[in-house]
């Protein structure tokens, strides 16, 4: 399972170095993509289908359905670490993420998201002040 929350800088070559114990659960060949609140989603190639999550099953003709996919997927790239655990982050995501130097890896179960550390601190700000009425939703969508 992944989990926790490690800091670290990009290169000069635009390379993240993944944390060990994300490398370990997830392998070393990667596909990341585009993710919600500006972040980036990275999950192993062979558990690409985290991404479809909430799509399957569902009509092609819905066109929700089809602007996921797209999101998701159509803006995915496959990456392989070097010896390392390093990967170089294509241009259109970092720009979409706005990562500059330092990031942040968090470790979200099956997959993990890439922050720039500014915008990786405003969100926990921001989610720390409505963390409870998010989880009362939650436990309001199961009743």
């Known amino acids: 399972m992944l989990i926790g929350q490690y800091e670290s800088k990009i ?10 114990k994300f490398r ?4 070393e060949k990667l596909i990341i993509t585009k993710g919600f609140e500006n972040c980036l989603i990275i999950v192993s190639e062979d558990n690409w289908k985290t991404l479809l999550e909430g799509t399957e099953g569902k009509p092609f003709t819905s066109s929700s359905t089809r602007e996921l996919q797209r999101f998701l997927l159509g803006n995915a790239s496959d990456v392989e670490l070097d ?9 259109y995501l970092r720009q979409f993420a706005h990562i500059e130097t330092d990031v942040v890896f968090v470790g979200i179960q099956r997959f993990v998201e ?3 550390k500014k915008s990786w601190d405003t969100h926990q700000k921001e989610l720390g002040g409505k963390i409870e ?3 009362e939703k939650l436990v309001g969508e199961r009743e």
């Open 83 to 91: 010896q390392k655990g390093r990967f170089v982050i294509p241009e």
């Open 24 to 27: 370990d659960v997830l392998g």
């Open 114 to 116: 890439l922050w720039d």
């Open 11 to 20: 290169g000069e070559k635009h390379q993240a170095g993944l944390p060990k």
């Open 133 to 135: 009425s998010i989880a």
